[in-house]
């Protein structure tokens, strides 16, 4: 199994836990990750906004250089997985978008002919890695954990892009979280938003949004929660603070990045997989949960 | 095919709360939430609500939710929602019951209302008909499909937590008007949209592409409005500030800039600045600040030269 790794803005920004757990989590199950280090940003729908063929020649350049050199892309942001999804979907499907995107191209001596797909390291674990060989690595069963999935949004919507899941009644997280022996915990929030789009924008409306799907999983009976995506990562962690003085309820809720929840399964230390780093602190939790 | 509705009931007059209540239907294979509902009302329990017209997925009157999420009763066959044999149906979400499946539409309807949903004239009188290309109307044909059922308006996450939100439909039906070449008011309901809690609420979280019986994929709508609103300069807003740092800082370094985004967006506000600092020391001391001036990725040159051959192009 080896992929052109793509890390997004984000993992190598606010949250580098998440890049440092998937390369270590990777190492461990034996998944070769290429870093594209010369990849640009996926544009993030904000690129779209101001111009979809600018959006469309950025994500086209990450999809040629995977191409050159032979790799699907794996990412480990929701936000970059729909977009580069959504340039493949085009660029594979439209010729006529392809003839102008590679015309752009080859101002740079690139051009993409539409052999490569974009997976996300959820669905790459279940499909291209298998859950039963991922059980057999487990070293350390999360058994005290009952854990949240959060989806967030662009793993799941527009199903049409994203195909993995049913948007209404997705199971993925869940079959990987029971695979890693804790207990997947279901709530209204899970498929919802997180708000992290309009996070700088409208930053009561995200804190409502943020609060509200926290709140449900915790009182539905979780102890901690998990995301594919460091966006919501950010908004359930990093601001749950301000989510909590917003909805006036202390919460207190660890949120893992998956490769986080994985590498735990398999024994490896919270101190490689950066939990540090989580502004939440899980210590406690695992401690109680009896998860070293 | 037999079916268990487990279905929401609420009649305000009678009751305290909203209760479920089962009725075990035999329907014919292929039939229709709507078929099963009628045959519930005409033979089993008369006093069950829910709106209904055409049959035919064009009125847009019998929405409600299937298994928490929104759709109409016509169009939606049974048998793929089926689980265990259970059909759950609910009123639409974001708006009060009126009685069981039939909600008050009006906070919808206001916020329809508020896009000015007609063509405003020009000053001038045309001295012959509009004519208007293929390639004009072509934007237009999408959002043209909405049948206001208010699907996408139910199960809105930004609507969830703001009533104030113009919510999918309205912003899809502003831009299929700001679109419009006929139409005299773009420059206005540009500015309006964009000044309210409208244009740039949105988070796109494409519950209402998702949704939308009529696939008018509103939150494409919502995209191609924003951009019509940056390119007519209605810039001093943060939801534009935000669009146009980002562009910037991708051009710049190749990469999003996590520090300078979000200070351009507010506009070095020093309220908003405040109110920002004390998650930036926890996350500084949590060593999750990122540096505030970003290196360029490698190669960032040829970014710089792809996104400058694409606008050229626009």
Avoid at chain 1, 68 to 86: A, F, Y
Avoid at chain 1, 195 to 215: D, K, N, P, S
Wanted: hydrophobic share 40%; net charge positive.
């Amino acid at each position: 199994m080896r992929y052109a790794y793509f890390t997004g803005c984000v993992a190598k920004g606010t949250t580098p836990e998440l890049n440092a757990s998937t390369l270590k989590v990777a190492e461990k199950l034996g998944i070769e990750l290429e870093e594209m280090k010369s990849a640009s940003c996926c544009g993030a729908g904000m690129v779209d906004e101001y111009s979809e063929d600018t959006a469309r020649a950025l994500n086209g350049r990450t999809l040629a250089l995977a191409e050159r050199d032979g790799l699907n892309i794996l990412t480990i942001c929701n936000v970059c997985t729909l977009n580069l999804r959504k340039a493949n979907k085009e660029l594979k499907e439209d010729p006529e978008l392809r003839e102008r995107t590679n015309k752009v191209l080859g101002k740079i001596g690139l051009q993409y002919n539409g052999g490569v797909d974009v997976t996300q390291f959820l669905w790459a674990l279940i499909k291209d890695y298998g859950l039963d060989k991922l059980k057999a690595q487990v070293k350390n069963p999360l058994t005290g954990l009952k854990i949240a999935p959060f989806y967030g949004c662009q793993i799941l919507r527009p199903s049409e892009l994203n195909g993995f899941d049913d948007p209404n009644n997705p199971t993925s997280l869940e079959s990987v979280i029971t695979a890693l022996g804790a207990e997947p915990v279901d709530y209204d929030g899970k498929t919802k938003c997180c708000g992290f789009l309009i996070l700088t924008v409208y930053e009561e409306t995200a804190m409502a949004m943020t609060g509200r799907h926290l709140q449900q999983a915790k009182e539905a009976g979780a102890n901690c929660m998990v995301t594919p995506c460091p966006l919501c990562h950010i908004n359930l962690d990093i601001y749950q603070s301000k989510a909590e003085s917003q909805i006036g309820t202390k919460l207190g809720l660890p949120v893992f990045h998956l490769p986080q929840l994985v590498g735990l399964a398999l024994g490896m230390q919270p101190a490689t997989l950066r939990l540090t780093r989580n502004m939440v602190n899980p210590y406690k939790l695992l401690h109680e949960a009896g998860v070293k | 095919m037999e079916v268990r509705f487990q279905i929401q009931r609420f009649d305000p007059e009678a009751d305290r709360r909203p209760y479920t209540k089962d009725y075990d239907v035999s329907l014919f294979d292929g039939a229709t939430v709507l078929d099963g509902l009628i045959k519930i009302k005409d033979e089993m329990d008369g006093t069950l609500s829910f709106r209904r017209s055409c049959r035919s997925a064009i009125c847009g009157s019998c929405a409600v939710r299937v298994n928490g999420n929104a759709m109409l009763a016509c169009k939606t066959q049974i048998q793929p929602h089926l689980r265990n044999g259970v059909l759950k149906v609910a009123p639409l979400g974001n708006m009060r019951v009126i009685k069981d499946l039939v909600v008050d539409m009006t906070p919808f309807w206001q916020q329809i209302r508020g896009i000015q949903p007609w063509l405003a004239t020009k000053p001038v009188v045309p001295e012959r008909e509009n004519i208007v290309s293929q390639d004009k109307v072509e934007p237009l044909l999408k959002p043209a499909q909405c049948i206001m059922c208010a699907s996408c308006y139910s199960d809105c996450n930004v609507a969830e937590v703001d009533k104030a939100f113009a919510g999918p439909a309205a912003l899809a039906k502003g831009f299929r008007f700001v679109a419009d070449v006929r139409d005299g008011a773009s420059g206005e309901r540009i500015k309006r949209m964009s000044g309210a809690r409208a244009t740039w609420e949105c988070s796109r979280c494409y519950t209402c592409t998702e949704v939308c019986p009529k696939h008018v994929a509103p939150l494409d709508c919502i995209s191609l409005l924003r951009g019509k609103t940056i390119a007519a300069g209605v810039t001093d807003t943060p939801g534009a500030r935000h669009v146009e740092a980002f562009v910037e800082s991708v051009k710049h370094t190749g990469r999003l800039n996590e520090v300078s985004l979000p200070l351009k967006t507010r506009g070095f506000d020093p309220k908003a600045l405040l109110s920002m600092a004390p998650i930036a020391i926890k996350m500084t001391i949590k060593g999750k600040m990122p540096l505030p001036i970003e290196r360029p990725i490698p190669e960032v040159e040829d970014i710089r030269r792809i996104m400058e051959a694409a606008e050229e192009d626009k």
